[in-house]
């Protein structure tokens, strides 16, 4: 039975002024739209009613009524596939005793608990049973606490048991998979920083930069609600005080910075978009010095066009990448409040297509006039220069009081380190190994890929390796390493058992098609069993015998609603099949787990992200939406590069350069990130009929962006020549510091002997590095794995690197140790006398207070180049300065 609140009671008591303890508060208008939404969900997910709906026996209070129905109103499709009403009902039972017991609860209004303190959902994780784990946790820690206090207590508790580390993005850990691991990327980390707050009743959001202006990165932390106002802190990075964090810096240079409601909610902050499931708040304001504009869109006879898409987009990953969408008013007209910098400007109506640059600080309204013309013709060459906010002043915090602030930070290291002490060590994978005559090697690194996981694959090995070893190994060695940290062993079990492995398949086909059960960007789930149980053996015979048969099946039966699954989480396949609606990459992902299941080589190309299988030993194209089998036409592209210089490198995509092809009335960016076929030059590749676009970008000093789009078709049968040039750096906008002598004459303390060591004594002709870090922190992670990248280059080149920190920034979870990979020539010392204080006084440009900074020293005692604060590619510049500018001439 679906919970049918008592809405209009609910309203009479709230109109009436008489309230109950049990009751949440939500105007009468409030209530009806929550009724509906609610009721349209039931519709939706008819296919899991029972599953979703059924609370005959639960004896659900008021409140608890209201708030199942508040997440179920806003509940996208992987959240009604993925889980169980269960799982709601404990989610907001917790949520209502954190409201209930910890001392803040009474004073949260409840529009701001239903918003930021209940929802399950953070952003694109999947959700898992966190907030009880967290609350039975944390409760006793802050019951005593001010909501102030408790918020800072709950970040510091976070990073005892989380710190940065990059990971895959192709999804989002969950809260307790982040724990187990003991780190993961800025997404991640907001996102179990959030959920650990909501945990006990404290409103929070996470902040994100879609994309930075300056750099190829994105970036996500927190705010936390404390009496009617929203304060910042990094996600596990704990700081005395709210408002403070190292991004604040970088964020000051940001065209956007946002957060995703659950739901729809009225606020005094800019809306950008709301759409059936979320409201979408620009809160960018809080951050950078920013401006209105205004977008107007009209036709050729210059009638305002309603309703027409207009998306912002930034060059980042070069490609120009969406960072707000929003549709036209009646007027024509779209508002949005953006940074000092320039956009770019992509406008959809029907089946015509616009784009234009919008320079933002000359600009009050940009006119855009759409036609059968305004696209973009093959043959045409753009380019633009993108220019990016400079930095701006931010708060200073030097009166902040710090004491103990160090010490405690060292405790949260210390208690992080004692569980990972826990995780299995070489000896112990050593003697398993042994003990199951297995390859020692490959056993060692799968339990260390595997962190806190390493039980299960210890489990799912000893279960496993007497049956069949290979496939056992394989199984663990095709997945990723997140998945490994990750996955329960029911699922492992699963895909071991029931993946049919013909004699006639290839191995490498089976490896990679039929038993690996990751598909695209799913969290991977135990399908195989459900799948083979569900249809029955005369369905299994027909699509083993003719795939056409299983793509007319998920025409017809599975329903495609991209929109109601708005925050892009897949739906498990399981799920799909019970609930019959899907978003387009849940159905293709449905679609390959049934072929995998019953033995028949399938995949998503991980190119343009399509469904194909392999028919007579060629990977064939499916549409299941148009209930088609076969390969589009198809004309092959040859790129080349023309390289202006004898040492210049080649492109890479994703970072000089990429593909584009027009479908749906945008431009979407082709993915070769998991191919090596774009690695060298000249390149031939096959490509769908149609009209494309490459794009290259050259990221200037400054941050600005010089961009170059050409244009071009793909015609059947025909080849098509293109030559990637990556547009050129004028002198004027090279602003590299050039010639700055430097004194060399300084003293410094080895990291492992704290012996003093002469800074000069570690120059030479071929020049030095020098880089200051702060080792906890994401940026200077960034440039220690950029060092690690460019390992061998920077070993051709004679010099030496000298890497420097504070004393007081060396915490219990940094060590050189930690990094094998550094250049050869890598040196770790101590600046305790304050020299990059003094440089910061003497070199225009270098701000000491924004880690890392680097400076790359000529044969002449020279400063070249220098860099300060967080960067993507600063280890690139650096290379590309001791390659030409160290020597003596």
């Known amino acids: ?193 959030v959920a650990a707050m909501r945990s006990v009743g404290i409103p929070a959001r996470q902040i994100y930069t879609p994309r930075w202006a300056h750099t190829n990165d994105n970036h996500a932390w927190v705010e936390v609600w404390i009496d009617g106002n929203w304060y910042f802190m990094g996600a596990c990075e704990p700081e005395p005080e709210l408002n403070m964090g190292w991004f604040e810096s970088p964020a000051t240079r940001a065209m956007l910075t946002h957060h995703r409601t659950y739901g729809h909610i009225s606020t005094s902050e800019e809306i950008v978009t709301k759409n059936r499931y979320y409201t979408e708040i620009n809160t960018l304001e809080h951050y950078a010095p920013t401006k209105t504009i205004w977008v107007k869109v009209q036709d050729e006879d210059q ?337 080349t590069f023309d390289a202006p210089q004898e040492n210049t490198s080649l492109p890479e995509y994703f970072k000089d350069f990429t593909l584009n092809r027009f479908e749906k009335n945008q431009f979407k960016t082709l993915d070769f990130s998991n191919t090596d076929v774009l690695n060298k030059f000249p390149a031939s590749i096959q490509l769908d009929e149609g009209l494309y676009s490459l794009v290259t970008v050259r990221r200037l000093p400054n941050g600005s962006s010089k961009t170059r789009r050409l244009f071009f078709e793909i015609k059947a049968e025909q080849n098509q020549e293109i030559t990637i040039k990556i547009p050129e750096e004028s002198e004027n906008e090279n602003t590299l510091v050039r010639e700055i002598p430097i004194n060399l004459n300084q003293y410094v303390k080895s990291w492992d002997t704290s012996e003093e060591i002469n800074v000069q004594s570690l120059h030479s002709e071929s020049g030095l590095v020098l880089i200051w870090i702060d080792p906890a922190r994401e940026p200077s992670k960034h440039l220690l794995n950029d060092l690690i990248r460019l390992r061998s280059n920077f070993n051709n080149w004679n010099g030496n690197i000298l890497l420097l920190t504070d004393h007081d920034k060396i915490t219990p979870a940094f060590s050189p140790g930690e990094y094998p990979g550094l250049p050869t020539r890598t040196v770790f010392a101590t600046d305790d006398s304050g020299w990059l204080s003094k440089l910061n006084q003497d070199v225009k440009g270098i701000r000491k207070n924004e880690l890392p900074v680097a400076l790359v020293i000529n044969g002449e005692k020279e400063i070249i180049y220098h860099s300060s604060g967080y960067r993507i590619g600063i280890g690139d510049d650096v290379l590309n300065q001791v390659v030409t500018g160290c020597a003596i001439p």
């Open 1 to 193: 039975m679906f919970i049918r609140v008592s809405i209009l009671l609910i309203c009479t008591l709230i109109i009436s002024g008489c309230q109950t303890h049990d009751t949440l508060t939500v105007d009468k208008k409030k209530a009806l739209e929550i009724k509906q939404k609610s009721e349209e969900t039931q519709n939706l997910a008819s296919g899991r009613k029972d599953k979703l709906f059924n609370f005959e026996n639960e004896n659900l209070s008021h409140s608890e009524k209201q708030a199942l129905d508040f997440l179920y109103a806003w509940m996208p499709l992987s959240d009604l596939s993925n889980h169980t009403g269960d799982f709601y009902l404990q989610n907001v039972r917790y949520a209502l005793k954190a409201k209930n017991t910890l001392p803040w609860g009474k004073n949260i209004p409840d529009k701001i608990f239903l918003h930021y303190v209940l929802p399950h959902r953070v952003n694109n994780e999947y959700t898992d049973t966190s907030r009880v784990v967290f609350y039975n946790e944390l409760k006793d820690r802050v019951k005593n606490l001010s909501l102030k206090e408790a918020a800072l207590e709950v970040n510091h508790w976070c990073q005892e048991k989380v710190i940065y580390h990059s990971t895959d993005e192709y999804r989002t850990s969950a809260p307790l998979s982040t724990v187990k691991t003991a780190y993961g990327r800025c997404g991640e980390q907001s996102t179990f920083t």
């Open 303 to 639: 009638t305002p066009l309603k309703d027409a898409v207009v998306n912002f987009q930034l060059p980042n990953f070069a490609e120009f990448y969406n960072i707000a969408s929003i549709r036209t008013n009646n007027d024509g007209i779209i508002e949005f409040t953006t940074g000092l910098g320039d956009l770019m400007v992509q406008v959809i109506h029907n089946q015509q297509y616009a784009w234009e640059k919008l320079p933002v600080p000359e600009t009050d309204t940009l006119l855009v006039t759409v036609s059968n013309n305004s696209m973009p013709a093959a043959g045409t060459l753009r380019e633009f220069l993108i220019n990016t906010p400079q930095p701006s002043s931010t708060e200073d915090h030097s009166n902040v009081d710090r004491t103990g602030h160090a010490q405690r930070l060292k405790q949260g290291d210390s208690i992080r380190n004692a569980y990972v002490s826990t995780f299995i060590d070489s000896l112990t994978s050593l003697k398993i190994s042994n003990d199951l005559e297995i390859d020692p090697t490959q056993t060692i690194t799968l339990f260390k890929q595997s962190r806190g996981n390493w039980d299960i694959i210890k489990q799912f090995l000893e279960y496993a390796v007497p049956i069949d070893k290979q496939k056992a190994l394989t199984l663990l060695s095709v997945i990723s390493d997140k998945d490994r940290r990750d996955t329960p062993l029911e699922v492992f079990t699963d895909h071991f058992d029931h993946s049919i492995n013909e004699e006639n398949i290839d191995p490498k086909i089976f490896r990679s098609y039929i038993l690996n059960p990751r598909i695209a960007n799913e969290k991977i789930s135990a399908y195989k069993a459900f799948i083979r149980d569900y249809f029955d053996d005369q369905f299994k015979t027909k699509i083993q015998s003719d795939v056409s048969v299983l793509v007319a099946w998920i025409h017809h039966n599975i329903e495609v609603r991209d929109s109601a699954n708005a925050w892009g989480v897949p739906q498990l396949p399981s799920g799909v099949l019970e609930l019959k609606v899907a978003d387009t990459n849940s159905r293709n992902i449905l679609f390959v787990a049934i072929a995998r299941s019953f033995g028949i080589p399938s995949r998503i190309n991980l190119i343009d992200k399509e469904p194909q299988v392999l028919l007579n030993n060629k990977w064939t194209d499916v549409d299941p939406d148009n209930n088609k089998v076969g390969n589009s036409p198809k004309g092959v592209l040859r790129l």
